[in-house]
């Protein structure tokens, strides 16, 4: 299987991008990179340009932050096939322009609230891979305590793990709400798929946002199935950035980090500024099962996803622009590979080793005080 | 067809009863299989090894095929389902009568509600217990109600929502609740919790034709692991009728569900150990629940113990506790226990503290036939 990618990303490394408009380099190390799946507007005049400028630091952060991404993800991976992780884990492989470029057109400051397929989110909002492979292994030095994994990722400005889906994104409109109420000038971003993109709250959210004008970005992540379910045949309209109906909206390829950042600077822009909601449709593509359990080849065809690998990478994408603009060596590349390599491992090895939560905390942060919880034969319980 | 044929409720553990095996390692720790007794269905006809998923899966055949206007849907089952429960019905009915809906809990059941009220008879697959609070409020104020509401003029009586509840390992909270309490506390609806292979297609076929909204919790922890030589035939179940599964004399022992077979194991520890007879009985429907056959054995042995994996507060077992000491006090030699999940949300890597296993159960059992 390992072996399969990485020929598939030597293919890619060859004869991957001619699809994609190519980048010039205008000196000073400066790339402009032009949008060759161009921004669609919905009741906007005016959507962003359809090219960017990057230079050659943004370049090797991007590479290096979407890298750590995919790596930290492959670790998971082995560790639920090792069954170091158990429960439920879902996996973000492909879709790391979205969370990416997201990240860079925002602030730490702003709020990002997901669903469960948010590992690489918790990274990108400043946690550790140790915090967050801890509390994939549900040790207590994970980000909550080892509660339990996937669902429970948590840190500053950031809520990840709702179960339930589409369940979050009315919960980040009240998050909007207060950043509107107490003036803050940040912006809440609610991420869902395009299966929740047909839960009705998404629509009560849509409604109560806009009516209120709230600082909120609406961000559906369409990777084209919901489980095995495809767009076609759960969504009556699969033009997902129109369908906030009196919400503008855009439609972003989300396998290109820049067209997510532009898009990212607008939108953020436009929320805060008090012109109230926004959706942006990101196009975008998961390589992997939607779980653990999900092989994610009964519903669609390896070769689907070894095309949109070979041509659409969102890591092989910027390391092509780093290559053809001469701004790193493929040595130096592979060099920043095995340090993340290094530290993904390290991490997975901290998780391994670490203790397990404590036995009282079954029945812990049930409450705001520790009550006497029923049913427990030990210490804090009722007497039958 | 065969005729609708259930065994009495007796059934004696002789040679010929049949038992079905656990093919994998008990959740609560046991290390050995145990021999579950097979429901015995008369005129049985021909026989074929099940387990869970397979038998719901056939009792679902059986019902598209007998009823034209029976049709299944709910999110993937179109391609089989998440636990693979309606594998290759699409392609046997047709995507008019089996197909995938989008993700939306709520509009499932109003659907099905709506369709009901048009005598169609809707089976909707809601993908885990857990995802059913989305539509709770369709549920508990639209299907409960429906009748009421029109003074009988409509009715969403034929629909069906099957849905799969509780632990599995590793479940954590968004895949192992067991919320029949809070169904069970609506007027209007029915609820049922089958065991066996056997007893879940004979319960759910009766599920699917009972004249009321049935809500059909199957033990997920099951649909692999229990397997049983099912009759191939169309035969129901009554609901509202517990099965004794084993008969005692010392204590009575209720549960449902994947929880019967911790009760087992509990009762055989408990016999070995204690030099006690236990009776051991599956309630199969929570509401309405068989209070007849519950209270005749409290009567009988004395002593009452029920067992269930949700919490133990407003859990079932408090309306059953309740209604045995009205109806058995005098009977009573002992205080009836309760062996629940606790008053937590479903953890994860504490599962095996918070569900109650059979030495919990065997703990309890000692007490009361102590006390």
Request: one cysteine or more.
């Amino acid at each position: 299987m390992i072996s399969n990618l990485l020929k598939l990303n030597k293919v890619s490394n060859t004869l991957n991008f001619s699809l994609r408009n190519f980048a010039t380099k205008t000196g000073n190390d400066q790339v402009k990179v032009n949008f060759n799946r161009p921004f669609k507007t919905y009741l906007l005049e005016k959507g962003p340009e359809n090219n960017a400028v990057t230079n050659k630091k943004e370049l090797i952060d991007y590479f290096t932050e979407m890298s750590r991404m995919r790596r930290i993800e492959i670790v998971a991976d082995g560790l639920y096939k090792k069954k170091y992780i158990r429960g439920f884990c879902h996996l973000y492989n492909g879709q790391e322009a979205v969370c990416a470029g997201m990240e860079y057109a925002t602030t730490k400051d702003d709020h990002v609230i997901t669903a469960y397929r948010d590992h690489t989110f918790m990274m990108a909002r400043g946690a550790t891979p140790k915090e967050i492979l801890a509390e994939l292994l549900m040790k207590e030095a994970g980000c909550s305590k080892g509660k339990g994994g996937s669902m429970h990722m948590f840190t500053k400005n950031f809520y990840g793990g709702n179960g339930i889906v589409g369940a979050q994104v009315p919960v980040g409109a009240g998050i909007a709400l207060t950043q509107k109420y107490n003036k803050t000038g940040n912006v809440c971003m609610a991420y869902y798929g395009d299966g929740a993109a047909n839960q009705g709250q998404i629509f009560e959210a849509y409604n109560m946002a806009s009516l209120w004008k709230l600082p909120i970005i609406f961000i559906c992540e369409n990777n084209h199935y919901g489980m095995g379910t495809s767009t076609k045949r759960a969504a009556a309209s699969q033009d997902f950035y129109t369908r906030g109906h009196f919400v503008p909206g855009l439609w972003v390829d989300g396998m290109n980090i820049f067209s997510v950042r532009e898009a990212g600077k607008f939108a953020a822009d436009f929320c805060r500024k008090g012109n109230g909601p926004i959706v942006l449709e990101m196009d975008t593509y998961r390589y992997v099962g939607h779980s653990m359990s999900d092989p994610g080849t009964t519903y669609r065809t390896r070769e689907e996803v070894n095309e949109v690998r070979a041509s659409q990478d969102p890591i092989e994408y910027v390391r092509h622009l780093i290559l053809t603009n001469k701004l790193a060596t493929e040595d130096e590349l592979q060099s920043i590979e095995d340090k993340i390599r290094e530290e993904m491992d390290e991490a997975a090895d901290f998780a391994i080793n670490a203790p397990l939560p404590p036995n009282r905390d079954l029945f812990t942060k049930v409450y705001v005080n520790e009550v006497p919880v029923r049913g427990v034969e030990k210490s804090l319980s009722f007497k039958p | 067809m065969l005729k609708n044929l259930v065994l009495s409720k007796s059934i004696k553990l002789t040679l010929n009863v049949r038992y079905f095996h656990s093919s994998t390692k008990l959740k609560s720790g046991g290390a050995s299989p145990i021999s579950y007794p097979s429901l015995e269905i008369e005129n049985a006809g021909e026989l074929q090894k099940m387990n869970l998923f397979q038998s719901i899966n056939n009792a679902m055949d059986i019902a598209l095929k007998s009823d034209p206007k029976a049709c299944v849907f709910g999110e993937d089952v179109g391609f089989g389902g998440v636990f693979r429960a309606t594998v290759d019905l699409r392609d046997k009915y047709g995507a008019h009568r089996v197909f995938n809906t989008p993700l939306c809990e709520q509009g499932i059941a109003g659907f099905a509600i709506g369709m009901a009220a048009q005598g169609a008879t809707p089976i909707a697959e809601i993908q885990f217990a857990d995802y059913i609070f989305p539509a709770f409020d369709q549920i508990v104020n639209e299907a409960a109600k429906y009748r009421y509401r029109s003074g009988g003029q409509f009715n969403c009586g034929s629909l069906t929502f099957r849905t799969p509840y509780g632990a599995v390992g590793h479940g954590g909270h968004y895949h192992s609740q067991s919320p029949e309490s809070y169904f069970g506390h609506t007027p209007g609806l029915k609820v049922v919790v089958p065991s066996t292979p056997i007893e879940a297609k004979g319960l759910l076929l009766a599920s699917i034709r009972d004249q009321n909204p049935v809500i059909f919790f199957e033990p997920k922890l099951m649909y692999r692991s229990a397997v049983e030589e099912v009759p191939i035939g169309d035969y129901e179940i009554p609901l509202g009728k517990a099965r004794v599964v084993k008969e005692g004399s010392d204590i009575t022992i209720v549960g449902w569900g994947s929880q019967m077979r911790v009760l087992l194991q509990a009762v055989h520890m408990a016999e070995e150990k204690l030099g006690i007879s236990c009776e051991l009985i599956d309630l199969r429907t929570i509401q309405p629940w068989d209070v007849e056959t519950v209270c005749n054995s409290v009567k009988k042995t004395g002593r009452l113990l029920i067992s269930h994996e949700a919490p133990k507060t407003g859990g079932w077992a408090a309306e059953i506790s309740s209604t045995v000491q009205e109806r058995c006090f005098l009977s009573l030699e002992a205080p009836i226990q309760r062996v629940c999940g606790y008053d937590t949300p479903f953890p994860l890597i504490f599962e095996k503290f918070y569900v109650p296993d059979h030495l919990k159960n065997f703990e309890a059992i000692k007490k009361t036939i102590q006390y």
